[in-house]
């Protein structure tokens, strides 16, 4: 039992640590680190709310759905990254955005679909 406690405070202050590397970080690689867990998050639950949304569709609605997604995608990786002769770049802080804001539209036609029934018309 002593060490299961041991082992959970451990954990506990790690996370801590983590959290407050976060809070300021100590050189570009601490602050990309940080911004990647935000991201990850962020995409996580972008990856939820479709799934909620794709299980409430009918057939023509999720062919609305995956064609929106595959534009928003597009979208997304125009504006956020770049592929120049010296590597491929990413702008997180933009990717992370842009993830929350197309995360927080599937969870408004989640709402609709809950309340009013499912508007395929607006999955575009």
């Known amino acids: 039992m002593k060490k299961i406690i ?3 405070l451990f954990c506990a ?3 801590a640590f983590a959290n407050s590397a976060c809070d300021v970080p100590k050189n570009d690689f601490d602050g ?3 911004l990647n867990k935000v991201y990850q998050e962020a995409d996580k ?4 709310n479709y799934q909620v949304l794709s299980s409430k569709l009918d057939a023509d609605g999720k062919k609305a759905l995956k064609a929106g997604q595959l534009a928003w995608i597009k979208q997304r990786n125009d504006t956020c990254s770049k592929r120049e002769p ?3 770049y990413v702008n997180l802080d933009c990717a992370t955005s ?14 609709e679909c809950n309340s009013a029934g499912c508007q395929n018309s607006k999955l575009q």
Do not use: H
């Not at 639950?45 to 939820?48: P, S």
């Not at 842009?98 to 709402?111: A, E, G, N, P």
């Open 6 to 8: 041991a082992a959970m």
């Open 13 to 15: 202050s790690g996370a």
């Open 32 to 34: 990309l680190y940080c």
């Open 45 to 48: 639950e972008l990856n939820t």
């Open 86 to 88: 010296t590597g491929f």
């Open 98 to 111: 842009t993830t929350i804001k197309r995360s927080q539209f599937l969870q408004d036609r989640v709402r």
